[in-house]
Nanobody, 126 residues
């Protein structure tokens, strides 16, 4: 059974930075496409960034492009989201997700991801 656990959330002032981590435990595969999504209160879950199994390809939502960077360390079964120049509108619960089957490509659609973590809260104060 694979489990995903997010770390690194917190409260930061606007303009600050945070680094989120997502650790996969259990029978995790390094060949999965992984992604970050976020959900603010009263809003739908939205795509943030995705990365394929060998980090050759990444994708970002327009709202975070140029400010956030997704990466992964397959040896450590961990994915990261480095966030810079944070804005109050970045405030949300951030979730990591895995897309199966093996070799599936990048997707911004939450429905394409089968495994989800419990989330970590990011709050950006103005």
């Amino acid at each position: 059974q694979v489990q995903l656990k997010e770390y690194g959330g917190g409260t930061v002032q606007a303009g600050g930075s945070l680094r989120l981590s997502c650790e996969a435990t259990g029978r995790a595969s390094s060949s999965w496409t992984m992604a970050w999504f976020r959900q603010a209160p009263g809003k739908e879950r939205e795509f943030v960034a995705a990365i394929d199994w060998n980090a050759a390809n990444t994708d970002y939502s327009d709202s975070v492009k140029g400010r956030f960077a997704i990466s992964r360390n397959n040896a450590a079964a961990t994915m990261y989201l480095q966030m810079h120049v944070l804005k109050p509108e970045d405030t949300a619960m951030y979730y990591c997700a895995v897309r199966t089957p093996l070799g599936a490509g990048l997707s911004p659609m939450a429905a394409d991801y089968r495994l989800w973590g419990q989330g970590t809260q990011v709050t950006v104060s103005s």
